[in-house]
């Protein structure tokens, strides 16, 4: 069964820092990996995706998130924080297994990143 | 430009009414998944449908919850009885049926059971 991991329940970081947000995964398949962002009362909004090739994926906002297949993890990082990036961030996965419900995408706990100005 | 959309956005019901809830996926979009967030359980998966068909539900509780797609442009979320237990957030998100693509998500239906 796939899962996902986020082990910060929250991380916080001082504006114009670079941040890092941590997920690690685990699938039977090909992982495909994805990242959203939450603002309050709103929904989730794709940021990047790995597939394949290039182990670090670039997305919205200045956001890029590095793969390692060695330690399966997709970690989301930025070079400089905003206090604007404070949301919720969750981390997904997809199998990239044959058969229709191996598919389904499964989301982490979720990290809050509190960017302090 | 082209999203999903849930309705109602704020629901509040007493304990023991029906609950639907609805959603209409992107056109086009072939794949509709329904999540339960809340603070305790975070995102979890209830349903995941495919050409209008449910492939896994089994992170829906049965005996009271039921989800259906009447057609491709409508997918309901159904509570009955509904439970104080059931107040959370319900999101529906659509998207194409490989796994290399990412979905999309509704603004959410806000359920609070009293």
């Known amino acids: 069964a796939q899962s996902v991991a986020q082990p910060e329940d929250q991380v916080n970081v001082a504006e114009g820092n670079p941040l890092t947000v941590k997920c690690t995964y685990s699938v039977s398949g090909n992982p495909y990996l994805f990242w959203y962002v939450q603002y309050p009362n709103r929904g989730l909004q794709f940021l990047l995706k790995?597939?394949?090739?290039?182990?670090l994926v670039k997305g919205s906002y200045g956001f890029e998130a590095e793969f390692n297949k060695s330690q399966t993890s997709f970690h989301l990082k930025k070079p400089s924080a905003l206090v604007s990036d404070s949301a919720l961030y969750f981390c997904a996965v997809r199998d990239g297994g044959y058969g229709g419900a191996t598919n389904k995408l499964i989301f982490g706990t979720g990290t809050l990143l509190a960017v302090q100005p | 430009d082209a999203r999903v959309t849930q309705t109602p956005r704020h629901k509040v019901t007493e304990m023991g009414q029906e609950v639907t809830m609805r959603c209409q996926p992107i056109l086009g979009h072939n794949t509709v998944f329904w999540y339960r967030q809340t603070m305790m359980q975070g995102l979890e998966l209830l349903a995941y449908f495919r050409n209008r068909a449910p492939l896994d539900d089994s992170g829906m509780p049965k005996d009271r919850f039921s989800a259906e797609m009447p057609d491709a442009t409508l997918a309901t979320l159904k509570i009955q009885p509904s439970e104080p237990r059931d107040s959370a957030v319900y999101f529906c998100a659509s998207g194409l049926p490989t796994a290399n693509t990412e979905a999309f998500f509704g603004q959410g239906t806000r359920l609070t059971v009293v």
């Open positions: 790995y597939i394949t090739g290039d182990n």
